[in-house]
C-alpha cells in the first residue's frame, strides 16, 4: 500500500498540473470507486473548480469550490494519472474526469480505492478523516505530545507506529526504516521507550520519509506510479524493509524478520538493541 512520501508524490502532481482547473465531466466506470458517496460524482463534480490540494497522512484530496473536497483513497494499487484525453486505455480504469484539455484517470487494479465528495473541516481536513491523526510532515506536527501518546501504549513499537490514530502516513516500509534508524527493536514494547527514543524515532520517520520524496518514493512493481506513470526509485536505498538474511549496512550483523501481530518486521539484531 502506497504510504506518505508515495501519496505525497501524487498531491504535488495533481498539485502541479490541475489547480485551477473545472471539471467538465465525470465517467463512472466501476460502482466501487464511488462507494460511500451519498451523491452522484457525475452530477456534483461537473462545475467545480480545484482550488487547491491537501493530504494527511495516506489520503489526499482536491479542494473544490465551495468548502468541499474529492477525498482520494489510493489504497492498495491506486493510480491518479493526467494526460491527454483517451490516452489512458487500462482495463483497470475506474473513473475518467474531463478538466477541459486534460484527463484525470484513476485506475485501480484491485477497486479498492475510492473518490468520495466530502465537505471540509475549519481547519481544512475532510470531515470522513477527523479521526487521522496528524502526520510528521504537517506544520502544526506537536513530536513531543506524539511521542508521548506512543509511550502510552502497551502494545510493539512497530505496531503502534502503523496505528494512523497515534501518528498517520507510516506504513510497514518506512516504520522498519526509521526503527533501524533509529536503533529500536520492532519487537520493543511502545511504553518502555524512553521520552527521547520515541522523539528519536519521530524524527527519522520523517527523515527517511523525506529522503524517499527527493527519490519518488518507493515502488516494488508497477501499481505505485506518480501522474505521470513513472515509479519511485527509494527501493534501491532501504536499510531494513524485505532485507532478512542479507547483511547489516551499519554493522554487517544477519538481518532478521519477526511477525508481530501478523506483520512482518526486517531488523538487525546486531544493532536495533533499544
Not at 92 to 114: K, N, Y
Not at 217 to 234: H, K, M, Q
Request: glycine letters at 10%.
Amino acid at each position: 500500500m502506497p504510504e506518505l512520501p508515495e501519496v505525497e508524490v501524487v498531491r504535488r502532481g495533481l498539485d502541479t498540473h490541475l489547480v485551477g482547473r473545472i471539471f467538465t465531466s465525470v465517467e463512472v466506470l466501476h460502482p466501487r470507486a464511488v462507494r460511500g458517496n451519498t451523491v452522484d460524482l457525475r452530477d456534483v463534480l461537473p462545475g467545480a473548480r480545484i482550488t487547491g490540494t491537501g493530504r494527511r497522512g495516506k489520503f489526499l484530496w482536491l479542494e473544490l469550490s465551495g468548502s468541499r473536497a474529492l477525498l482520494v483513497h489510493l489504497r492498495m494499487s491506486g493510480q491518479m494519472l493526467v494526460g491527454q484525453p483517451g490516452a489512458v486505455t487500462s482495463p483497470h480504469l475506474r473513473i475518467r474526469a474531463l478538466l477541459g484539455d486534460v484527463e484525470l484517470a484513476f485506475v485501480d487494479q484491485r477497486t479498492f480505492g475510492s473518490w468520495q465528495y466530502v465537505a471540509l473541516t475549519p481547519d481544512g481536513v475532510p470531515e470522513t478523516i477527523g479521526h487521522i491523526a496528524p502526520d510528521p510532515f504537517e506544520h502544526d506536527f506537536d513530536i513531543v505530545a506524539s511521542a508521548r501518546l506512543i509511550r502510552s501504549k502497551r502494545a510493539a513499537i512497530k505496531t503502534v507506529l502503523l496505528n494512523q490514530g497515534v501518528v498517520s502516513g507510516i506504513g510497514s516500509i518506512y516504520a522498519d526504516e526509521a526503527l533501524w534508524a533509529a536503533g529500536i527493536k520492532p519487537t520493543r514494547t511502545a511504553r518502555a521507550l524512553r521520552q527521547r527514543d520515541a522523539v528519536r524515532l519521530l524524527e527519522e520517520s520523517r527523515a527517511v520519509m523525506s529522503r524517499a520524496l527527493e527519490q519518488g518514493g518507493t515502488s516494488f512493481d508497477s501499481l505505485y506510479v506518480n501522474v505521470n506513470g513513472a515509479s519511485g526509485y527509494f527501493s534501491r536505498s532501504l536499510n531494513a524493509y524485505g532485507r532478512a538474511g542479507l547483511r547489516c549496512r551499519r554493522c554487517g550483523a544477519t538481518m532478521q524478520k519477526v511477525v508481530i501481530n501478523g506483520r512482518s518486521s526486517c531488523f538487525c539484531p546486531g544493532c536495533q538493541t533499544i
